[in-house]
């Protein structure tokens, strides 16, 4: 069984910085894809970044390209979430996401539904 613990979370000041954590554990932590997403109050579920399987491409939504950055440790089945320049729009509740199915395009790693395996989530709070 996979297990994905997210870490990191707080509140934060606009224009600062935060690094997520998430320990992935279960199973070969190269035979996933993961990702971040995020949810606001009232809203729905959304993807923020995510990184393929041995590390070696990344993507992002356009509302964080450029100030986040998404990285993984495949040594320490680790996968990190660097977040800087906060806005107080991206105050939600992280939550990591692992992924085993293999995709050609990455456009299918922005949704949800692609990935088996969530962590319980970790609050971002942005203060204005």
């Known amino acids: 069984q996979v297990q994905l613990v997210e870490s990191g979370g707080g509140l934060v000041q606009a224009g600062g910085s935060l690094r997520l954590s998430c320990v992935v554990s279960?199973?070969?932590?190269?035979?996933?894809?993961t990702s971040w997403f995020r949810q606001a109050p009232g809203k729905e579920r959304e993807f923020v970044g995510g990184?393929?399987?041995?590390?070696?491409?990344?993507f992002y939504a356009d509302s964080v390209q450029g100030r986040f950055t998404v990285s993984r440790d495949n040594a320490k089945n680790t996968v990190d979430l660097q977040m800087d320049s906060l806005k107080p729009e991206d105050s939600a509740v992280y939550y990591c996401?692992?992924?085993?199915?293999?995709?050609?395009?990455?456009?299918?790693?922005?949704?949800?539904?692609?990935?088996?395996?969530w962590g319980q989530g970790t609050q971002v709070t942005v203060a204005s």
């Open positions: 990184i393929r399987h041995r590390g070696n491409s990344t």
């Open positions: 996401a692992a992924s085993s199915l293999l995709y050609p395009n990455i456009r299918y790693y922005y949704a949800s539904r692609t990935y088996a395996y």
């Open positions: 279960g199973r070969t932590f190269t035979t996933y894809a």
